[in-house]
C-alpha cells in the first residue's frame, strides 16, 4: 500500500465560532500503480481532503500512512522531507514563482533536496515538452495562459519522481486536447508503479482511474 488514508475529519472555525465540516469521516487506500479519483461539487471538501493526504494540513481526526510513516505522528521537519523526497503535488492554483521563468519553475523542487544536476535539467526539459510547453520556456508564469500554468505546476509536481501524485483539478483549466495529454501521462505515471489521488469535478477522469469516489457535503457517497 502507497497510501491509507483513515477516518479523516477537518472542520474550519469560522467567524463567530460557527464550525464548517470540510472533511467528514473519509477513509481511502492507494496501491502501486493505481489512480483514484474523488469527484464532487465545489466545497465538498476536495482540496481539504487532498491537503490533509499531503502532508500540508492536519486532521482533527484520522491517520495518513505514507508507506510506512504515520505523516502526523512526525515533525514538520520529518515531513517536509518526507514530501520533498515522496509527494508531487499539484495546487488548484498553482503557486507558480512569478520572477522565474518556466525552466527554473520546474526545477523548484530539486533546490530543496540539494539534487540539482544537469540530468534534472534534461528532464525539467523533457516533461516541458510533452507538456506542450517547450516554445514557453523561457517565459515568465504571468506570460502564460492559465492552461500553460496549470501544466507548468504539473512538470513541477513530477521532477522529483514522487512515488504519489496529489492532483487538485488538474485538467480544470484545460482544453480538451491538453487535458488528453495531462490525463494520459497522469494515467501512465500510475502504471509504470507510481500511484496518484487526484481530485477533480471533471467528467473526463473518470475512464483512466480505477476507483472514483463521489463526494459531497465531505463525505464519500458510493463506499
Ligand atoms: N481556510 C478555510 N477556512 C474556512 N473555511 C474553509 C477554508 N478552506 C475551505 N473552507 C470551506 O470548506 C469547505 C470545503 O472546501 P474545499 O476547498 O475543500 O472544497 P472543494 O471541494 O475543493 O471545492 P472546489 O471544487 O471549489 O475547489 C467549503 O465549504 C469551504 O468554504
Ligand atoms: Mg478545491
Known amino acids: 500500500m502507497v497510501l491509507s488514508i483513515s477516518g479523516i475529519k477537518k472542520s474550519y472555525k469560522k467567524v463567530k465560532n460557527e464550525a464548517v465540516k470540510a472533511v467528514n469521516d ?3 487506500e492507494i496501491g502501486k500503480g493505481e489512480l483514484v479519483a474523488v469527484n464532487g ?3 465538498c471538501g476536495k482540496t481539504t481532503l487532498l491537503l490533509i493526504a499531503g502532508g500540508l494540513l492536519y486532521p482533527d481526526e484520522g491517520e495518513i500512512i505514507l508507506g510506512d510513516t504515520n505523516l502526523y505522528d512526525i515533525s514538520a521537519n520529518q515531513r517536509d522531507k ?3 523526497e515522496n509527494i508531487g503535488f499539484v495546487f488548484q492554483q498553482f503557486y507558480l514563482v512569478p520572477y522565474i521563468n518556466i525552466l527554473e519553475n520546474v526545477l523548484i523542487p530539486s533546490i530543496g533536496s540539494n539534487s540539482y544536476s544537469s540530468s534534472l535539467e534534461k528532464r525539467a526539459r ?3 515538452d510533452q507538456f506542450n510547453l517547450s516554445h514557453r520556456i523561457h517565459h515568465k508564469p504571468g506570460e502564460l ?8 505546476a504539473l512538470a513541477r509536481a513530477l521532477i522529483n519522481e514522487p512515488s504519489i501524485l496529489f492532483a487538485d483539478e488538474p485538467t480544470g483549466n484545460l482544453d480538451d486536447d491538453n487535458a488528453e495529454v495531462v490525463l494520459n501521462y497522469i494515467s501512465g505515471f500510475a502504471k509504470e508503479g507510481g500511484a496518484v489521488l487526484l481530485v477533480t469535478h471533471d ?10 469516489y463521489k463526494m459531497k457535503d465531505g463525505r464519500f457517497i458510493n463506499q
Do not use: F
Open 203 to 212: 467528467g473526463r477522469i473518470g475512464k483512466q482511474a480505477q476507483r472514483t
Open 26 to 28: 473519509v477513509s481511502l
Open 41 to 43: 461539487p465545489s466545497g
Open 145 to 152: 495562459s492559465t492552461g500553460e500554468r496549470q501544466r507548468v
Open 82 to 84: 518526507k514530501r520533498a
Open 126 to 128: 523533457e516533461l516541458i
